[in-house]
């Protein structure tokens, strides 16, 4: 029972993450990546990825838990469905990490979600690809440029969230 409720508290998480954007063409800016890395890197690789394939599932259900309140299969087929996409591999990605044991250190655990972010980008920007018909330096300037320097910050924060977390933990255990 407690799994399910991690589960669902995760693709809540996302869910209201992708509620705080900043307006920006044609993808916008939310806070989407630090929450599926925290939870990826908080929940490991199963129940990171059930809790992203849960936000996918609400959403297609017509949940409003895309960005901007957008629910149903449109927003998977559009500029950001590749990136909706990349969430789900992101958070197995950061999970993998976990589940190593590299979400203890900020040393192992902040590279481990650099090549989340990095994986979260590819399906982002084939289908932008696809969508537009644009050359990938445009490609480029529309769905990676302007975001890489928000989206290291939230690296950061994520690892700190998830390392503060688990020390944490570690301190009233004892």
Same mark, same amino acid.
């Given at each position: 029972?407690?799994?399910?409720?991690?589960?669902?508290?995760?693709?809540?998480?996302?869910?209201?993450?992708?509620?705080?954007? %900043?307006?920006?063409? $044609?993808? $916008?800016?939310?806070?989407?990546?630090?929450?599926? /890395?925290?939870?990826? @890197? @908080?929940?490991?690789?199963?129940?990171? &990825?059930?809790? /992203? =394939?849960?936000?996918?599932?609400? *959403? +297609?259900? *017509? =949940?409003?838990?895309?960005?901007?309140?957008?629910?149903?299969?449109?927003? /998977?087929?559009?500029?950001?469905?590749?990136?909706?996409? *990349?969430?789900? !591999?992101?958070?197995?990605?950061?999970?993998?990490?976990?589940?190593?044991?590299? &979400?203890?250190? +900020?040393?192992?655990?902040?590279?481990? /979600?650099?090549?989340? &972010?990095?994986?979260?980008?590819?399906?982002?920007? !084939?289908?932008?690809? %696809? !969508?537009?018909?644009?050359?990938?330096?445009? %490609?480029?300037?529309?769905?990676?440029?302007?975001?890489?320097?928000?989206?290291?910050?939230?690296? %950061?924060?994520?690892? !700190?969230?998830?390392?503060?977390?688990? &020390?944490?933990?570690? @301190?009233?255990?004892?």
């Amino acid at each position: 029972m407690w799994k399910a409720a991690l589960v669902l508290g995760g693709s809540l998480l996302v869910a209201i993450a992708a509620q705080i954007t %900043v307006p920006f063409f $044609p993808v $916008p800016m939310t806070l989407q990546m630090l929450a599926v /890395l925290v939870v990826g @890197a @908080a929940l490991g690789f199963r129940l990171g &990825s059930l809790a /992203l =394939l849960a936000y996918v599932a609400e *959403g +297609l259900m *017509g =949940l409003p838990v895309f960005s901007k309140g957008g629910a149903g299969l449109a927003h /998977l087929f559009g500029p950001s469905g590749g990136y909706i996409t *990349g969430f789900v !591999l992101a958070a197995a990605v950061a999970g993998w990490v976990a589940d190593r044991g590299w &979400s203890q250190r +900020l040393l192992t655990l902040i590279p481990g /979600l650099a090549l989340a &972010s990095i994986v979260l980008y590819i399906p982002g920007l !084939l289908q932008l690809k %696809v !969508l537009s018909g644009a050359d990938w330096g445009q %490609v480029w300037a529309w769905g990676a440029g302007p975001f890489l320097l928000g989206d290291s910050v939230k690296i %950061v924060l994520a690892a !700190l969230i998830v390392t503060g977390g688990w &020390s944490a933990l570690r @301190a009233r255990k004892r």
